[in-house]
């Protein structure tokens, strides 16, 4: 049954931030998915004994993907695959289930929080046995066998039904079909305080979730609804579609646009929640009132003590070099170790495996803690609604408590797209050349303390790794300068802007770091170079 079949390779199987990440139609090419799968089973090698978790956010062509990898598994000696029931798992729940079965590693079918669809992305993350996604060592190692790639195996046997819970054996192989929902929710259970929101709810207290056609839909209406009591019909949007419905399924203020304008309406919920494609991204929303993730891993951070799993004590926090400098306020104040990595989940492996940090989180919308090992949308969430059901306050108190205590960082990213990669490529190797000579200068009243890469040595294995440009001002201001690593077609440029204030706390953002995305966009050239005065995507 198992067939070894020619193919010639392709020169784009490169992962990014997280994993493969390239257009549907690209993904569609003969063999472009078993090109990719065959590296890296050579890669791992010796197959015999190993177990993978595989499933997927339900979008576009995971259905197809998923039986390829599941005969090449076969095919390629892999003694067992736990799949998520009809080919669905979460990100953060698939770290879950490859952590709790000592799993070997896992593939999520996932492009995130891009679209999906014929016309959207698709994407490949995968993880080791950390449950977190492989190190850029491995990926590179990875890379080099796309390129060399001349065969691959696979069993020639009809596709597989995913949609029967238990046990069969495919070609040699041992498959178990689980509930994607089932481990996850009891993992919840034992971090939070389920009784105490649940009574929440009792009292009247109201909810809006949206999870935007994607893999969050069955975790949500389960946890949410029918454990915690909201009322059906909280949880929106639920039912995942291949093409997430048309929608762009990242919770920000642009792409959750109809979220954001219920809670910014007369009828708000008190409390608003959405997550991406894959689950591991979250927005926070109060009535009328939005938390920056920053804020919230802050926020997270300072109120550790109300979550039953965490009230023993942490061990530190970490945040990407883009997030802003919030929660490194709070870790100052809590006497706890505090980390600033490249951005990417990855980086926050080795830390927690270390026992350096608990919690961690980027600006772009992840949060999550050493429960797993990927960001985590719903535990976000809980977390929240946790804070709220032991402190009576809501979302806006909670926040404004926040920054009267620590001050505020006033934060916003920019987003420049659809930028040609060699106009990107030369913005950013001209702007490293040229920041050293910024040091010390005054620009519009800022002056400039240090200005130079970000570069991140890793205290586990030491290996170096350089993401961004980091512009730093006298009263606390920076600049962060990156090139996404996510994206399918041309470049994009991300511009994070923050400003600090101790005394001022209620200002409107786009004013308050008015003059700094002037400094920002004199002295990257961005408009002279890309056309664009202003930015495509703003959050
Ligand atoms: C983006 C975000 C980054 C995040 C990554 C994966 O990467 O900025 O913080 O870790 O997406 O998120 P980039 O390289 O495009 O800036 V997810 O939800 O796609 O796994
Ligand atoms: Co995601």
Request: charged share 25%; aromatic share 10%; with cysteine.
């Amino acid at each position: 049954m198992i067939k070894t079949v020619t193919t010639v390779p392709y020169t784009d199987q490169k992962m990014g931030t997280a994993g493969l990440r390239r257009k549907s139609k690209v993904v569609l090419q003969p063999n472009y998915v078993e090109n990719f799968m065959q590296s890296i089973f050579n890669v791992i090698g010796d197959l015999k004994g190993k177990t993978f978790v595989v499933g997927g956010d339900g979008r576009f062509y995971n259905d197809k993907a998923i039986q390829k990898i599941i005969k090449m598994a076969a095919a390629n000696g892999v003694s067992k695959l736990i799949i998520g029931q009809n080919g669905f798992m979460s990100t953060p729940a698939g770290s879950n289930v490859i952590l709790k079965n000592k799993a070997d590693g896992g593939f999520i079918l996932s492009a995130s929080h891009n679209p999906g669809g014929e016309n959207g992305d698709f994407g490949i993350k995968y993880s080791n046995a950390s449950g977190g996604q492989i190190p850029s060592s491995i990926s590179d190692k990875i890379y080099q066998e796309t390129l060399n790639i001349k065969e691959y195996k696979i069993c020639d046997i009809p596709d597989i039904d995913l949609s029967e819970l238990g046990t069969q054996d495919i070609c040699g192989m041992q498959i178990e079909i689980i509930d994607p929902v089932k481990d996850y929710v009891e993992m919840m259970q034992n971090i939070f305080d389920f009784p105490a929101i649940r009574r929440l709810f009792e009292k009247g207290f109201t909810m809006r979730f949206d999870a935007m056609n994607a893999v969050t839909g069955p975790y949500a209406k389960k946890i949410f609804e029918e454990i915690l009591g909201a009322p059906t019909g909280s949880v929106v949007n639920y039912k995942p579609l291949p093409d997430f419905g048309g929608l762009h399924p990242d919770p920000n203020l642009v792409y959750a646009k109809e979220l954001v304008n219920f809670m910014f309406s007369k009828k708000a919920a008190d409390f608003g929640a959405a997550n991406d494609g894959d689950g591991d991204r979250n927005m926070i929303l109060g009535k009328s009132f939005f938390v920056t993730p920053s804020d919230s891993l802050a926020i997270i951070t300072d109120n550790f003590k109300l979550i039953p799993a965490y009230k023993g004590g942490i061990y530190g926090v970490a945040k990407s070099a883009a997030t802003s400098t919030a929660v490194e306020r709070v870790a100052k104040e809590q006497g706890i170790g505090y980390y600033e990595v490249p951005t990417g989940w990855k980086y926050f492996v080795n830390l927690m495996d270390s026992k350096r940090i608990t919690f961690c989180g980027e600006e772009s919308f992840g949060t999550g803690s050493s429960h797993i090992r990927e960001k985590d949308g719903i535990w976000a969430v809980l977390f929240w609604l946790n804070i709220i059901a032991a402190t009576g306050k809501s979302v806006e108190q909670i926040t404004h408590e926040h920054w009267q205590k620590y001050g505020r960082s006033y934060y916003m990213r920019f987003d420049f797209e659809g930028v040609e990669t060699s106009v990107a490529d030369k913005m950013m190797e001209d702007l490293e050349a040229r920041l050293p000579e910024l040091c010390g200068k005054e620009i519009e009243g800022y002056t400039v303390t240090s200005a130079g890469a970000f570069v991140y040595e890793d205290p586990v294995d030491h290996s170096s790794t350089k993401n961004g440009l980091i512009v730093r001002f006298n009263d606390g201001s920076r600049i962060v300068y990156r090139l996404s690593g996510t994206g399918s077609s041309g470049a994009t440029i991300r511009v994070y802007l923050e400003r600090y204030s101790q005394t001022d706390l209620n200002n409107d953002p786009l004013l308050m770091l008015t003059e700094i995305f002037k400094i920002a966009m004199a002295i990257s050239e961005i408009p002279e170079r890309t056309g664009k005065h202003q930015a495509d995507v703003v959050t």
